[in-house]
């Protein structure tokens, strides 16, 4: 395949394929050819805006017809695996999905097989690993800056408005297909293996309950064990009656200090604080991730329990992109790509994401231990 790959085609017209869509309409790198859906209404709007684009309602005629260099796949949870393998069946090299990859194991694995067969690269598109504040915590976990990682908390909320209400008149048969887990604990996995790498989840346990969504679960917590003995609790619930979309927290303890990242608050303005026992310790922290380029304060309250922190706002270290292919673009064509390559989720990242989402079901059902 030769560089630089420019010409893409969008599956799913809906809320992120059209993000997608708009995103490489405006992107100077890309080209798009060809947008698809199984109804020619969710895209018709579009198309007439931008009468280049070829429109289609059959993945497989599209990517035969179509000359594509990168496919995005945008339809929803667990519709991701037919125009995967479209894709991938029509030789396409280059592929980037929605999260999750799918929702079942034989999906995935069914996908992992003819990727790697055809020898098609795919990229799951956790975008949540490409903010600065995730990257900044990531960096400072590698570099042991932290010291060794105890354990924490992760609350991944829903209002209730999204299984209700944010897909329309869909939105009842969408929430019935899909869950927290498949939802929201999807994105906690993928930033929590993201942070602790090379450390991986091993055991989990879980506990759910039906609140009258119609969906497997509408709130679960899972306690996740990972190979280097860090145990964090996630909890999803979209049931909650909260003023914002989504409500996301993170607490996570080390030997040297304490993360408190609200990357999402139902009330205030999201924050990500390091609190720490020793000045020096904090002292290089902060210095580390100056030299970084990350724009960070420093607190000392000798007042305080813990006396030394550095706070970093996410609006005062923003870095936003129009959708996640548009980074994803530089990172494939090595143009311009300001993360880290372990930003970019791959294949491997996304079936092991499924793997734990499994194991989590699994325990759930079985109200026992399961292991990776
Ligand atoms: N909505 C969000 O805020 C959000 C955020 C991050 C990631 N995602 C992920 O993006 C994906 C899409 O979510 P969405 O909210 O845009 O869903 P959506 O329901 O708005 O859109 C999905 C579209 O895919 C189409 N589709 C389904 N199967 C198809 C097929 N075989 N061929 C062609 N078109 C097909 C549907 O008709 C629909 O228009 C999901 O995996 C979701 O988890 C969504």
Not at 41 to 50: D, N, R, S, W, Y
Not at 218 to 224: G, K, L, M, V
Not at 271 to 281: A, I, S, T, V
């Amino acid at each position: 395949m030769e560089r630089p790959l420019k010409k893409f085609a969008v599956v799913g017209m809906g809320i992120l394929g059209k993000r997608h869509s708009n995103a490489q309409i405006q992107n100077p790198k890309a080209e798009l050819v060809a947008v698809c859906d199984l109804y020619e209404a969710q895209m018709q709007e579009f198309v007439t805006a931008h009468p280049s684009v070829k429109m289609y309602t059959d993945a497989r005629k599209m990517f035969q017809e179509c000359d594509v260099d990168v496919a995005i796949i945008a339809t929803q949870d667990p519709y991701h695996k037919d125009p995967l393998l479209a894709a991938i069946d029509a030789g396409i090299r280059y592929i980037i999905c929605e999260k999750p990859l799918c929702t079942t194991l034989e999906d995935a694995r069914e996908v992992k097989a003819a990727a790697d067969a055809a020898g098609s690269k795919i990229i799951v598109a956790f975008s949540l690993r490409m903010q600065r504040c995730d990257r900044a915590l990531r960096q400072l976990i590698k570099a042991g800056m932290l010291g060794r990682p105890l354990h924490g908390d992760v609350e991944c909320d829903d209002c209730i408005y999204v299984p209700k209400k944010l897909w329309g008149k869909k939105s009842a048969d969408w929430a019935k297909t899909s869950s927290p887990v498949y939802f929201l604990f999807s994105h906690a996995i993928d930033y929590l293996t993201f942070y602790l790498a090379p450390a991986k989840i091993q055991k989990v346990y879980a506990v759910g309950k039906q609140e009258g969504i119609g969906s497997y679960c509408d709130y679960c917590e899972a306690i996740c064990t990972f190979t280097d003995g860090t145990v964090v609790r996630i909890k999803g619930d979209w049931t909650r009656k909260i003023p914002t979309l989504t409500e996301n927290v993170i607490t996570l303890t080390f030997e040297d200090a304490g993360v408190i990242y609200t990357r999402q608050p139902a009330l205030g303005r999201p924050l990500m604080r390091l609190d720490f026992e020793d000045g020096e310790k904090m002292e290089r922290a902060f210095a580390f991730l100056e030299q970084e380029g990350y724009f960070v304060r420093k607190i000392v309250d000798l007042k305080a329990y813990c006396k030394f922190a550095i706070e970093m706002y996410p609006d005062e270290n923003l870095e936003s992109y129009a959708a996640s292919s548009v980074y994803m673009l530089d990172y494939l064509n090595d143009d311009g790509f300001l993360g880290l390559p372990e930003c970019i989720c791959d294949l491997d990242g996304g079936l092991y994401q499924v793997e734990v989402v499994d194991a989590i079901n699994r325990s759930m059902e079985t109200d026992a231990p399961v292991y990776l």
